[in-house]
């Protein structure tokens, strides 16, 4: 059973930056993708990065584009977020996302981010 363990949110001001943590555990298979999604108040989900294992690329968001920086660290079987030059309309609930090879759709709890004055 794959389990997602996320960390590291809270408030921020603007321009201020964040890193999260996604810690991850019962899965042997490669993945299809392994990212970032987040949702505000009011809204849906939204991706906001990830990894794509069949080509190797990285995915970004354009509102986050240049700010966030996706990577992992496959011994400590831990992804992180950086976010840098935070803006109130980052703030939100993030959640790690496994993508399975058969569709399954795997998250972790969130990790509430509030970026505020």
């Known amino acids: 059973q794959v389990q997602l363990v996320e960390s590291g949110g809270g408030l921020v001001q603007p321009g201020g930056s964040l890193r999260l943590s996604c810690a991850a555990s019962?899965?042997?298979?490669?993945?299809?993708?392994i990212g970032w999604f987040r949702q505000a108040p009011g809204k849906e989900r939204e991706k906001v990065s990830c990894?794509?294992?069949?080509?190797?690329?990285?995915y970004y968001s354009d509102s986050v584009k240049d700010r966030f920086t996706i990577s992992k660290d496959n011994r400590k079987r831990t992804m992180y977020l950086q976010m840098n030059s935070l803006k109130p309309e980052d703030t939100g609930v993030y959640y790690c996302?496994?993508?399975?090879?058969?569709?399954?759709?795997?998250w972790g709890q969130g990790t509430q981010v509030t970026v505020s004055a």
């Open positions: 996302n496994h993508h399975a090879p058969s569709g399954t759709d795997n």
């Open positions: 019962g899965f042997t298979k490669p993945y299809n993708a």
């Open positions: 990894f794509t294992s069949s080509d190797g690329s990285t």
